[in-house]
T-cell receptor, first 114, second 114 residues
């Protein structure tokens, strides 16, 4: 079985500042990794995913994440945030080649202040 | 494509009442699943289905029933509602083969049990 830990439940930042949302996972097999975003009163939508290949993955809205196998991490970053980035962010993992039902972290609430 | 649709958007029940949350997708996805989202708990898997006629329990199945008679529909039944089932419910779907394992989420149903 795999598990996901999002180390921060809430991250407050000022507009135009950089941000990093942390995600660590544990699994005994190869995994696929995902970040989803949930804007207020909406469902989740995919931000980016790592399946294989380059460890630096670029997503929508200027976000990127880096897969680090040795540290079992998949941290999400953005160099300059906007007010509109205020949302809940979820890290998720699935086994590669296995069940496609993902395991989600508990979420990180990104709060961008003007 | 409508994607994943859920009805109703909001529902208030009294303890002991039963109801069905509807979920439908028009992407011909094999996998469908139900999650509940509670503050600080992230997304917890209730039930999932890997195809028509096949369902299985997730992390928190008690008090809920599902069936999958068609590829498109995956209703969630609350047998006898309890206040502990007050939550936001999300339905999701995905492919079961290849690398297209992104989860597509519905907009959610906000349920209050009094």
């Amino acid at each position: 079985a795999q598990s996901v830990t999002q180390l921060d439940s809430q991250v407050p930042v000022f507009e135009e500042a950089p941000v990093e949302l942390r995600c660590n996972y544990s699994s005994s097999v190869s995994v696929y990794l995902f970040w989803y975003v949930q804007y207020p009163n909406q469902g989740l939508q995919l931000l980016l995913k790592y399946l294989s290949g380059s460890t630096l993955v670029k997503g929508i809205n200027g976000f990127e994440a880096e897969f680090n196998k040795s540290q079992t991490s998949f941290h999400l970053r953005k160099p300059s945030v906007h007010i509109s980035d205020t949302a809940e962010y979820f890290c998720a993992v699935t086994r590669s080649g296995g069940s496609y039902i993902p395991t989600f972290g508990r979420g990180t609430s990104l709060i961008v202040h003007p | 494509n409508a994607g994943v649709t859920q009805t109703p958007k909001f529902q208030v029940l009294k303890t002991g009442q039963s109801m069905t949350l509807q979920c439908a997708q028009d992407m011909n996805h094999e996998y469908m699943s139900w999650y509940r989202q509670d503050p600080g708990m992230g997304l917890r898997l209730i039930h999932y289905s890997v195809g028509a006629g096949i369902t299985d329990q997730g992390e928190v199945p008690n008090g809920y029933n599902v069936s999958r008679s068609t590829t498109e529909d995956f209703p969630l039944r609350l047998l006898s509602a309890a206040p502990s089932q007050t939550s936001v419910y999300f339905c999701a779907s995905s492919y079961s083969r290849g690398r297209n394992n992104e989860q597509f989420f519905g907009p959610g149903t906000r349920l209050t049990v009094l």
